[in-house]
């Protein structure tokens, strides 16, 4: 049998903490190994859990969750890859949400989202391919990103004619489905095209190639 997806939750209320456990924990598939209350302690009870996934609210006393997704992303310990961090916010734009994207975090959820959302947000991410709402994360940078200044790095000239054109639709916040119909192409293809932009850019998933398209004018 498969090890269930480990989650820790970082939330400053209490209540809506016991919420989203009870959510997750209804799930064979889901644990949440600890909790905690703000951002220092987060920071503690990750590095002890060693979990797979974590919710982290931005706004909280002590240590908010940007400086703590900064410091777990920093880690970095010898053989094991850092968590993936969504974070959860009230608002859909909210410029918190961009800086800890640009950081590293893999996505972000709204408070109010469906639990079924919840959940299955949790599962992509775990898989890796972490598709939370890149056209999210696209609206997100179109509001609140600053115009791009980084040199385009030589990696970029790597992509064949062909993978820029897939990179620039998926940098629009596109799903595989939407661009295969746009050009002609299976999913699996896609897909296909898709993993090969991202390891030739040295990116871990969609999220960050929207990112990295805002970065460096290429959006």
């Excluded at 209350?37 to 706004?59: H, S």
């Excluded at 991410?125 to 179109?142: E, K, M, N, P, Q």
């Excluded at 896609?190 to 090969?196: A, E, F, L």
């Amino acid at each position: 049998m498969t090890e269930p997806i480990r989650v820790v939750l970082v939330d400053d209320q209490a209540l809506f903490r016991a919420g989203i456990r009870m959510v997750i924990d209804s799930q064979p598939d889901l644990e949440v190994v600890g909790e905690a209350g703000d951002g220092a302690e987060g920071v503690r009870v990750v590095r002890a859990a060693r979990p797979d996934v974590v919710l982290m609210d931005i706004r909280m006393p002590v240590m908010d969750g940007l400086a703590a997704t900064a410091e777990l992303l920093a880690d970095g310990a010898p053989g094991a890859a850092p968590p993936r961090i969504v974070m959860l916010t009230t608002f859909d734009l909210d410029e918190a949400a961009a800086r800890a994207i640009q950081q590293g975090a893999s996505g972000f959820l709204l408070k109010d989202a469906d639990p079924e959302f919840l959940l299955a947000a949790i599962r992509t991410v775990h898989a890796g391919s972490a598709v939370i709402a890149a056209s999210a994360t696209r609206d997100l940078f179109a509001h609140f990103a600053d115009p791009a200044t980084a040199e385009v790095p030589p990696s970029y000239a790597e992509l064949t004619e062909r993978e820029r054109e897939i990179f620039a639709l998926a940098a629009r916040g596109l799903s595989n489905a939407e661009i295969a119909q746009r050009e002609f192409l299976s999913e699996a293809t896609v897909k296909t095209h898709i993993s090969r932009i991202l390891a030739k850019l040295g990116l871990r998933d969609r999220v960050q190639l929207v990112v990295f398209a805002f970065e460096h004018g290429l959006a």
